[in-house]
């Protein structure tokens, strides 16, 4: 803890902490929490015909992200093809987003590394590139040896000495890893980790993380659309859903009725939702459906024909 402890003492003055502390702060987070409540795209990170970086292709999706009511923005999840990007396009991309997210929305980074040096590294560099959290996913090379026990100090490392909260990533269909509930348990009692991205989509689980870690208001997103009111029932507060990129007011209208307790109303626009997500997921190695320019991808990821269809699902109104 005591890197934690150092650089919060050191850095109190400086912009981005000014910045983070002026967030959205709510009791349902708990005192001194970072609030997570609400819905996140993770944005696909676009790239040039000759496989760049297509920084103007970046800022026209950011332009159109601001028109929709999410909480924040996810960058460099799995949708951002991190695993193909190098350290500093990585921390590129974040800046760029920064300068054009408005600050009242949260910045969430990927972080995640192989090794838990490597990790240590990148989340103070995303940090100081401006991200309000760290999202970090599970190392999972190793899987074999990736036990509790290991995750747990791998996780514990990175969060002493983050510059900003920490929020857990298991994602168990591109690791094949999933992050143990006794891990995710005592590692809820970190001051310094605040919740909890799952991608599992078994709602018995998540359910039971809420309720394991409600005494630290441990803050549980949904990794999915298709399980987002099932998460909403037994506790999550928000997700990070891959088809909120192609109808983001839709899952941004789901939010508002699971959380208002209109649950009929919710369920018809969750059942409608749960066909285009299938289509935003079936066949593909990384979801990446966007409507707004012409997003490519980086090999061996090839998935342009797949965006281009998911772009024209169409969503009746409820």
């Not at 297509?54 to 695993?83: R, T």
């Not at 408005?102 to 995303?126: H, V």
């Not at 001051?191 to 018995?204: A, C, F, Q, R």
């Not at 649950?263 to 749960?274: D, M």
Request: overall charge neutral.
């Amino acid at each position: 803890m005591q890197c934690f402890r150092t650089w919060r003492a050191l850095t109190l003055s400086s912009r981005h902490i000014t910045v983070w502390w002026s967030r959205a702060w709510s009791s349902a987070a708990g005192p001194g929490r970072l609030d997570l409540r609400g819905i996140y795209p993770p944005i696909a990170t676009p790239f040039t015909a000759s496989e760049d970086l297509d920084y103007p292709k970046l800022e026209e999706n950011l332009h159109k992200y601001a028109q929709i009511p999410f909480k924040g923005l996810v960058v460099q999840g799995s949708n951002g093809e991190y695993p193909y990007l190098s350290e500093e396009e990585r921390v590129e991309v974040v800046k760029t987003v920064r300068r054009s997210l408005p600050t009242d929305k949260l910045l969430m980074a990927g972080s995640g590394c192989e090794s838990t040096r490597a990790t240590m590294k990148l989340t103070e560099r995303m940090a100081a590139a401006g991200a309000d959290t760290a999202l970090v996913v599970t190392p999972c090379f190793f899987k074999g040896r990736m036990d509790s026990r290991a995750l747990i100090q791998h996780f514990i490392k990175v969060a002493d000495c983050s510059p900003v909260p920490v929020v857990l990533y298991s994602v168990p269909a591109n690791t094949g890893l999933e992050l143990p509930l006794d891990a995710v348990v005592q590692l809820s009692q970190h001051p310094n980790i605040i919740g909890l991205k799952d991608s599992g989509g078994d709602i018995t689980r998540i359910g039971l993380i809420v309720h394991k870690t409600q005494a630290q208001d441990f803050q549980v997103l949904a990794g999915s659309a298709g399980f987002l009111m099932a998460a909403y029932c037994v506790g999550a507060v928000g997700g990070v859903c891959a088809l909120a990129n192609v109808l983001g007011q839709e899952l941004c209208d789901l939010e508002r009725l699971c959380v208002s307790g209109c649950w009929k109303e919710a369920r018809v626009l969750q059942q409608r939702l749960i066909e285009p997500n299938t289509a935003d997921y079936g066949g593909l190695l990384v979801p990446t459906g966007i409507r707004w320019g012409d997003t490519l991808d980086r090999a061996p990821v090839h998935c342009r024909q797949h965006k281009e269809r998911i772009a024209h699902t169409p969503i009746h109104s409820y």
